[in-house]
């Protein structure tokens, strides 16, 4: 079962310091002040007093991002409960965006069974529960690495509760067996979706498609070409994974040609992680002329690029006695009209590092 497969996450026990219980009176409070404020015990008490005095306060979601991850960060897991048992209370929570955000908060503090809790305690709470918040909850177990629980949720609450599951509650749960190494599993999802009139997403098949690949070229391509089958518009995530895909097989000149023609879909190539993608492994295969080329390619079309991937390049030329190119390339770099690159010869670049080693 997927519990064997995982250890569980256990939800970390509150600690044994003290939880602030009294809130004496203090003034509207600035973010500035929030953020500054050393004392978590005292940020506690402020962040509760505001919210009771202003709803607009409860709504600015930065603020509680920020303050749940520190005392998560700190493991004061009490304080998150202060805080959050205390939002609870409030008449926001008959609102189920309100409560979806309170489950989310516990979850990114690592606290599944305090999410789950919540859940739980909606209806009593006049709060209605929809697929909406059914989701939060799967995605709070997914957030926890309690992968497990994400398959006995979905497996319970839709039926006892009379919910429809939707493509985002199938994307958590496919998700989570790809976590797990279930990967058919997870393409079997796609059939059932089918089966139950709801459409997968560019989203669901992103989700295989990067597992699929990771684990062997041959399964990504399957994946790639059941999109076809569905009519799915692919996304620059698609095709960030099929250029994984087809750098890890060794398939280089194909990754480069898919990198090129990316523009040509309509999609803005991401060029930071592309070439990150690219270099490294055309300099280990020796495939300095390709990655020259693509270099000249970025320059052209004022992409800016990693300075460090410019200078490998660089060096592998040099390395290849290729010293023409390796010239012209570290011109190219220093008379680029976009972003200037000190880009230096090998022997330069050791004179270089010696001055400033110099005292």
């Known amino acids: 079962s997927s519990s064997q497969i995982l250890k569980t996450h256990k939800t970390p026990k509150l600690s044994p310091q003290n939880t602030p219980t009294t809130i004496?009176?203090?003034?509207?409070i600035s973010?500035?002040?929030?953020?500054?404020?050393?004392?978590?015990?005292?940020l506690a008490k402020k962040?509760?007093?505001?919210a009771s005095i202003s709803s607009k306060f409860r709504s600015r979601h930065?603020?509680?991002?920020?303050?749940?991850?520190?005392?998560?960060?700190?493991?004061?897991?009490?304080?998150?409960?202060?805080?959050?048992?205390?939002?609870?209370?409030f008449e926001d929570i008959s609102r189920e965006g309100y409560a979806l955000r309170l489950i989310s908060l516990y979850a990114k503090a690592g606290m599944f069974d305090h999410a789950h809790k919540l859940f739980d305690e909606l209806p009593e709470l006049g709060c209605p529960r929809t697929v909406k918040s059914f989701n939060a909850l799967l995605k709070a177990a997914v957030e926890s690495k309690r992968f497990d629980e994400v398959f006995t949720l979905f497996q319970g609450i839709p039926a006892d509760l009379g919910i429809?599951?939707?493509?985002?509650?199938?994307?958590?749960?496919?998700h989570a067996l790809c976590e797990v190494g279930k990967l058919e599993e997870g393409l079997l999802m796609i059939d059932e979706m089918k089966a139950k009139g709801v459409n997968p997403s560019v989203v669901t098949f992103n989700t295989l498609l990067g597992a699929f690949y990771r684990r062997g070229f041959e399964g990504g391509e399957l994946i790639w070409g059941i999109m076809d089958e569905y009519d799915v518009v692919r996304d620059i995530r698609s095709y960030n994974l099929k250029l994984q895909g087809l750098v890890d097989e060794g398939e280089l000149e194909?990754?480069?040609?898919?990198?090129?023609?990316?523009?040509?879909?309509g999609l803005k190539p991401d060029v930071a992680l592309h070439f990150s993608y690219l270099v490294p492994k055309l300099?280990?295969?020796?495939?300095?002329?390709?990655?020259?080329?693509?270099?000249?390619?970025?320059?052209?079309?004022?992409?800016v690029v990693d300075e460090a991937l410019?200078?490998?390049?660089?060096?592998?030329?040099?390395k290849e006695s290729k010293i023409q190119e390796a010239e012209e390339l570290v011109e190219l770099g220093k008379s680029n009209s976009f972003v200037q690159y000190d880009l230096v010869m090998p022997s330069d670049n050791t004179e270089k590092q010696e001055q400033n080693n110099s005292p």
């Open 310 to 318: 410019l200078q490998l390049v660089v060096n592998g030329l040099v």
């Open 47 to 50: 962040i509760n007093h505001n």
């Open 254 to 265: 194909k990754a480069v040609a898919l990198f090129e023609s990316l523009e040509t879909k």
């Open 164 to 174: 429809s599951c939707d493509v985002v509650s199938y994307n958590t749960l496919i």
């Open 62 to 89: 930065n603020i509680y991002d920020f303050t749940i991850a520190r005392f998560s960060n700190a493991e004061r897991y009490n304080l998150v409960e202060y805080v959050l048992d205390k939002h609870k209370h």
């Open 24 to 28: 004496t009176p203090i003034k509207p």
């Open 31 to 42: 973010i500035k002040e929030l953020a500054e404020e050393p004392d978590l015990d005292e």
């Open 283 to 303: 300099c280990d295969d020796g495939e300095y002329e390709l990655a020259l080329d693509l270099c000249k390619k970025m320059f052209k079309r004022q992409f």
